[in-house]
């Protein structure tokens, strides 16, 4: 790589360790890592989403014991405060990763688009 | 998004356009694309990739033909030497970007490595 790419990619992540929507993000995940009970509840959640879309992904049957198990899930990810607004915070970030990777991606798009 | 972060985001999109890789694959691709035989070929590569990958994803059935049909498409890219080059030129920008994306995504691996 060279250094003129390497730097822009290291500029790139130093704007976004600082970006607010970062700040807020690491803000929200430690508040869910220091409380016990919503660090276990979004651990479990997480597992479980893994679990179903490995098995999606690979078409393994997935049992009525994981459905009714992963809906008890999601319901004590809503009743959670902290969860919530943790996933919330981590889909700005995922709409604001896709609109960074969208304007670096622009030239390959631009490549590929004009033979279509 | 904040204008630093847009800023470095752009910075890095002219680091890439202008990087010797792209610059290169964007040659390699212009190459194929003028040359009536080559583009068709690549043409078919690509179309016969896209519809087997739809196929795995959605679980369905893949035919005899359709297996033959590849195999015939990838001999023909392999003895065509533009597209060889385009298809190396293509994999060291893959490898650019993988590199590009762990840089930038280096604070948001961090937060969620501390929890494991
Ligand atoms: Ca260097
Ligand atoms: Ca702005």
């Known amino acids: 790589m060279s250094n003129i790419l390497y730097n822009s990619a ?11 929507e970062y700040i807020q993000l690491k803000k929200l995940y430690d508040d869910v890592q220091h409380d016990e009970s919503a ?3 979004f ?8 679990n179903l879309h490995e098995k999606q992904v690979t078409g393994k049957e997935i049992t009525e014991e994981e459905i009714i198990h992963a809906e008890k899930c999601v319901q004590l990810v809503q009743q959670n405060g902290k969860i ?3 996933l919330k915070a981590e889909e700005s970030m995922n709409m604001l990763l896709q609109r960074i990777t969208s304007i670096i991606l622009e030239p390959l798009d631009e490549l590929y688009k004009k033979s279509e």
Do not use: G
């Open 10 to 20: 290291y500029d790139l992540k130093k704007a976004l360790e600082q970006s607010k």
């Open 39 to 41: 660090k276990n509840i």
């Open 43 to 50: 651990r479990n959640f997480r597992s479980t989403q893994l």
């Open 84 to 86: 919530a607004a943790l």
